[in-house]
């Protein structure tokens, strides 16, 4: 049997085909088209899905389901609200789905369906329990515990970038202050560089170019005082914060994700640092690794939140 994983983002829309034992059999790439009553998306989406199983030759009848992730709080298989997509109100976009392919459709938020896609086949394969940190433009997560994703009541659960770290610090998106997202984030990072670089008399190759997450992280690496600093202020804010959610979860695992988790070494390091120093004694060997799907781990994540709610709702899980 097969599964298909939908990541519905704000720029483009990927979709992959799988084996339900997580073997991808074909992927591919549309772009996102926006508009207020998400028509198009889904639209859009619905079509390529049934073009890659044409396409695979797989019929519909042999697809368990389609996940979607959606960049927005997911709560009983409906979309709260999207704002990067446009979405002010809730939409039932498992149900419009469905209707257009014919197939058992389930949603998931983005960062939950990351999430799940590495505790599935990624990072945290094999492990009942699991944080995970995507570190992007801003800063998303999702907590794994018994190998589901937790939701929340209102499918906010693991919203790990808005968890404050500084009491009246940086204006949040948000509309709060002092998230972690502010500071922990490639847009925090570079704050934190342009407010260091403004106190710093002395040579800094960070006044070389435009200021990036990884000019600071590729500079630290060659020895500049600045950004050694700018990522030392990026760790202690990520493993202090990351240390206060493993005693509230008591995760086995801790995976770091996100287009800043690509510098590596440098990023893993200094967050496990800080995590040791700050966490409780119980969770203070929690291994921090570096996530291995890249961007396919919505791909994944979804296709596996597809193959678990057939199960449930087939009685196998």
């Given at each position: 049997m097969?599964?298909?994983?939908?990541?519905?983002?704000?720029?483009s829309v990927k979709i992959g085909v799988f084996e339900d034992s997580g073997k991808i059999m074909a992927k591919s790439r549309i772009p996102t088209r926006k508009d207020d009553n998400c028509r198009y998306v889904l639209e859009d989406t619905a079509a390529e899905i049934k073009r890659l199983l044409?396409?695979?030759?797989i019929d519909p009848g042999e697809v368990l389901g389609i996940g979607a992730g959606v960049p927005g709080p997911v709560a009983d298989g409906v979309v709260m609200h999207c704002v990067n997509l446009h979405w002010t109100d809730k939409v039932d976009a498992a149900a419009r789905l469905e209707e257009m392919?014919?197939?058992r459709t389930s949603l998931i938020n983005d960062a939950n369906a990351a999430a799940l896609g590495e505790q599935w086949m990624?990072?945290?394969?094999?492990?009942?329990?699991?944080?995970?940190?995507?570190?992007?433009?801003?800063v998303g997560g999702g907590i794994i515990i018994g190998g589901n994703v937790l939701t929340g009541a209102g499918g906010a659960a693991g919203e790990i970038g808005h968890i404050t770290v500084e009491n009246g610090g940086r204006a949040c998106n948000c509309g709060r202050k002092g998230?972690?997202?502010t500071y922990a984030s490639a847009t925090g990072i570079?704050?934190?560089?342009?407010?260091?670089?403004?106190?710093?008399?002395?040579?800094?190759?960070?006044?070389?170019?435009?200021?990036?997450?990884?000019?600071?992280?590729?500079?630290?690496?060659?020895?500049d005082a600045v950004a050694l600093s700018?990522?030392?202020?990026?760790?202690?804010?990520l493993g202090q914060a990351l240390a206060n959610i493993s005693v509230v979860v008591d995760p086995e695992i801790i995976v770091l994700g996100g287009g800043v988790s690509k510098a590596g070494e440098i990023v893993r390091k200094n967050v496990e640092k800080y995590y040791a120093e700050s966490a409780f004694m119980s969770v203070r060997d929690r291994k921090i690794v570096i996530a291995v799907l890249g961007e396919d781990a919505g791909i994944?994540?979804?296709?596996?939140?597809?193959?678990?709610?057939?199960?449930?709702?087939?009685?196998?899980?």
């Open positions: 097969f599964a298909v994983g939908a990541d519905i983002g704000g720029t044409r396409a695979n030759h392919t014919g197939i990624g990072a945290g394969k094999g492990r009942k329990s699991m944080v995970f940190v995507t570190i992007g433009t801003g998230c972690l997202e570079v704050a934190t560089a342009r407010e260091k670089l403004e106190s710093f008399d002395g040579y800094s190759k960070l006044r070389q170019g435009e200021i990036s997450a990884e000019a600071v992280f590729n500079a630290a690496k060659e020895g700018v990522v030392d202020d990026f760790a202690a804010r994944y994540g979804a296709a596996r939140q597809a193959v678990k709610t057939a199960g449930a709702l087939d009685g196998r899980m």
